[in-house]
């Protein structure tokens, strides 16, 4: 059974900084792409990053260019998304997620369960 748990959410004021970590189970870490996507209350939710198998290829919505980094360990079975001089419109659950098909993003995804990050004005 896959399971991907995210943790390192939380309260931070603007400008300040987090690190989400997705421990992911029960699937061969290295062989699949994971990502990030956030959903904010009212909206739909939406991609943020995502990382190749390796490593060595990263994709980002604009609005979080340049101050967020995607990153994994293939031996931790760890992904996570560095974020910097975040911004209230960066509020949301943010997700942990991996293509079930292990790099085609178009078809079904495993989640997690969502890590809430609120950040003050």
């Known amino acids: 059974q896959v399971q991907l748990v995210e943790s390192g959410g939380g309260l931070v004021q603007a400008g300040g900084s987090l690190r989400l970590s997705c421990a992911a189970s029960?699937?061969?870490?290295?062989?699949?792409?994971m990502g990030w996507f956030r959903q904010a209350p009212g909206k739909e939710r939406e991609f943020v990053a995502t990382?190749?198998?390796?490593?060595?290829?990263?994709n980002y919505v604009d609005s979080v260019k340049g101050r967020f980094t995607i990153s994994r360990d293939n031996a931790k079975n760890t992904a996570y998304l560095q974020m910097n001089n975040l911004k209230p419109e960066d509020t949301a659950v943010y997700y942990c997620?991996?293509?079930?098909?292990?790099?085609?993003?178009?078809?079904?995804?495993?989640w997690g369960q969502g890590t809430q990050v609120t950040v003050s004005s």
């Open positions: 997620a991996a293509p079930r098909s292990a790099s085609n993003w178009s078809g079904n995804k495993y």
């Open positions: 029960g699937l061969r870490f290295s062989s699949y792409a």
């Open positions: 990382i190749s198998r390796s490593g060595d290829g990263t």
